[in-house]
């Protein structure tokens, strides 16, 4: 069962977006929209493969991936609210 770990929600003056961190068996998983992929298809959308900055693909994966959303967030000029939905111990 996929374990919800972290929603970040971009928006602006007409959308929001709500991006969800999901992990199962050691994986990691991430939501938008109506569409559920991996972590690293959902950076390969973002990067080209040759691009994607190793930082983001080990360590805290929960901590990497509000770092990606936090420059998505500055980049489009959105703002950005975060909800931790499970301290990864269980």
Known sequence: MMRQLIRVS?????SEN???????????????GDRTGTYAK??????????????LLTGDMRANFF????VASDQWNDG???????????
Do not use: C, W
Request: cysteine-free; proline content about 2%.
């Open 10 to 14: 971009l928006f602006d003056a007409t």
């Open 18 to 32: 709500d991006f969800t961190l999901l992990e199962e068996n050691g994986e990691y998983f991430v939501s938008f």
């Open 42 to 55: 959902f950076l390969r959308m973002l990067f080209k493969d040759d691009e994607i900055p190793q930082e």
């Open 67 to 70: 770092t990606l959303m936090k």
């Open 80 to 90: 950005m609210k975060l909800d931790f939905l499970n301290d990864g111990t269980g």
